[in-house]
Each structure stands twice: as C-alpha cells, then as structure tokens.
C-alpha cells in the first residue's frame, strides 16, 4: 500500500500527497503560531523563558513552513505544471 504512494507517477495520486503534505505542513505552522501568539499575549516572557533566539526561530520556520509547505504545495497539487487534481477533475 506505501509503495503505490511513494512510487506513483499517476497525477491525481501526486496531487493527493502533495495535499497531504500541505495539511501536514499547516498543522504544525499553526502549532508555531499559536506558540508565537501565546508568547506575545502578554508582557515579558511567557512560554520561551527569555529565549529569545528560539522565538525568532519560531517565526522564521512558521513563515517558511506556511510559504514553501503550505502554499506550494497546495497550489502545485491543485494547478501544478501537470495540472494535477483540479483541472483532471474539470476535464472528466
């Protein structure tokens, strides 16, 4: 069952695992951002203690993890270079 995932070259399963990743991707960015935003609720330092080398990690992994996990893949699975999901789906 693995192997037809990860060894796949049929475009709608590509545009399933490129979906995945992106839902796997802004779950744990939404994780970030709830760490970054309960930090920030109040003064001084809340969750981090005084870390504040691991808050700006924080938000630099939410951005790129949001950007390049969440976005692209989301848009290349649905409109990418093969037309993966979307535009099969709207020819059949």
Do not use: C
């Amino acid at each position: 069952m693995v192997q037809r995932w990860l060894y796949s070259t049929n475009a709608k399963d590509i545009a399933v695992l490129y979906f995945m990743l992106a839902i796997f991707s802004g779950m744990a960015g939404t994780a970030m951002s709830l760490i970054i935003r309960l930090e920030l609720a109040a003064p001084g330092s809340q969750y981090l203690h005084g870390n504040s080398q691991l808050f700006n990690v924080l938000v630099v992994g939410h951005a790129v993890l949001m950007i390049f996990f969440l976005v692209m893949p989301a848009l290349i699975g649905g409109f990418g270079k093969d037309k993966n999901m979307k535009v099969m789906m709207m020819i059949k």
